[in-house]
Structure formats: C-alpha cells, structure tokens
C-alpha cells in the first residue's frame, strides 16, 4: 500500500494556478524526488503534503486517511516531517534546545504532572532526551550541540533544520531543497545523510532539489512539475530520456 496518495491536486490563488490535477503516489521505504524550473509548483506540492496549503481540488490520503484539509499540526503528528528551505530554526537558542522544542508534540503530561516532574512527566522527558541524543549522534552533530544556531555556518544550519524534523520520529520525512546554498563538501554531507536515513531508519523520503545530479544519483522515483502540471515521471532512466522533460529544461532547438 502506498504511503501518500496525491490525487487530482489543484491548488488555485485566484485566477493563477500554482498546481493543476497534479497525481503523485509515494511509495513507503523510497526516495521520492520533485523536480522542475523554478515557478513549477514543487514547493506548493510540499506545501499541500504538510498542510500550509489546502488543495482547491483534489485529494491528499495517507494510509487511507484524508489529509486534504489537515493542519500543519495534525499532519506531523501522523508522522510527516518536513524539513523547510528557509531555515525554520531558533537563531537563539542551541542546537540541542531547538532539537528539543521539535518533540513538543510528545509531551503529553498535565501541567500538574510537570510542576512536580515525577513519575509521567519525568518518563518522558527522559524519553525525549533519549530521542533527540540519538538524532545528534546520527547527524554527526556533537561538536556544536551547545552552539547557538545562529553562530553556525549556513551549512551546518541546513544540518540542524534537516534534524530538526528527524527528531519528530517521523515515517515520511519532507525534504524541500536540503542542499541549496552549499559547498561541495557540505552537499556531500546532506547527500550522505538522506541516503543513511533511508536506509539505516526506513523513513520514506520526500526530496524537493535542484541538483539534477545528485536527484538522479539517489532517488527510486522522481515526478517532473513544469507550470504546476506532471509532465513526466518514473526511474531517472526514464526520466532523463522524456522528451517533455528535456524540452522544460532545455528548451527546444
């Protein structure tokens, strides 16, 4: 059974179509990836999946629930993450804070039970810390786990907005651009870790990028947008020989 079932997608502001009868199926344990020109609604896709936006038409299910319609809330607590292309991090605040404040949607003690911090409460903000250590270790984030957010490199705050969303448990993870704005080293870095999480944590991966390289390298699957509208889908093979998707890359001669 598929993961996330996309179908019949519009999403419409005002006369302007940002999305039109767009059909996705995501399947569990793949990387999945959405490429496109820029403007061609991959982000507004995202944005439908995470509940940002809410499709003019169409439908959103996942593991037969609607999703059509969900908050952002609703949606991550049924185990969607996303990882955002503008950070959404707390400059502020330590690596190991902001990693912290991802998993408010666990604790699920009364404020009474966190005055006196015993039993229920205590539990689970062990269990929280326990998660959250974990995820440092994975992102190879130890060396800056004190370091406030924003005296990091952009890439390492790229690193930190990727673990952010990894610290939820999630089963599908939202990648929307992880590797814009970086080094060679550092793309290589985020590369590394979506492979690993894939692979080592079985999470389902949802990988909006750029780089048609490194999309081509790594992804099961891969949805081509172009002016809001699928124009082309299936392994990268066959992906990269459709004549509809070299004409929206490349124009033709």
Do not use: W
């Amino acid at each position: 059974m598929a993961h996330l079932q996309i179908s019949d997608v519009t999403l419409s502001f005002g006369g302007l179509k940002a999305l039109s009868h767009v059909d996705m199926t995501i399947e569990p344990g793949l990387i999945t990836s959405i490429i496109g020109p820029n403007g061609a609604g991959k982000t507004s896709m995202l944005n439908c999946i995470s509940g940002f936006y809410h499709p003019t038409k169409g439908k959103i299910l996942y593991k037969d629930k609607d999703l059509t319609h969900a908050s952002p809330h609703q949606v991550s607590s049924m185990g969607i993450a996303r990882a955002f292309q503008n950070l959404e991090l707390f400059s502020g605040l330590s690596v190991l804070d902001n990693l912290l404040l991802a998993r408010h949607q666990s604790l699920t003690y009364s404020f009474l039970q966190a005055t006196i911090f015993y039993g229920k409460a205590s539990r689970i903000e062990a269990e929280n810390r326990a998660a959250v250590e974990d995820v440092i270790d994975f992102m190879e984030l130890e060396p800056v786990r004190k370091h406030m957010v924003g005296s990091l490199s952009y890439g390492f705050q790229k690193k930190v907005e990727v673990a952010r969303a990894l610290t939820m448990d999630p089963e599908i993870l939202l990648l929307d651009e992880p590797m814009a704005g970086m080094n060679i080293q550092e793309k290589e870095d985020i590369v590394r870790f979506v492979m690993d999480i894939q692979k080592e944590r079985n999470i389902t991966v949802v990988l909006v990028e750029h780089d048609l390289g490194v999309v081509m390298d790594i992804s099961d699957r891969i949805y081509v947008l172009d002016f809001g509208q699928v124009i082309g889908s299936g392994t990268p093979e066959e992906v990269a020989n459709n004549p509809k998707v070299i004409e929206a890359y490349i124009g033709e001669d």
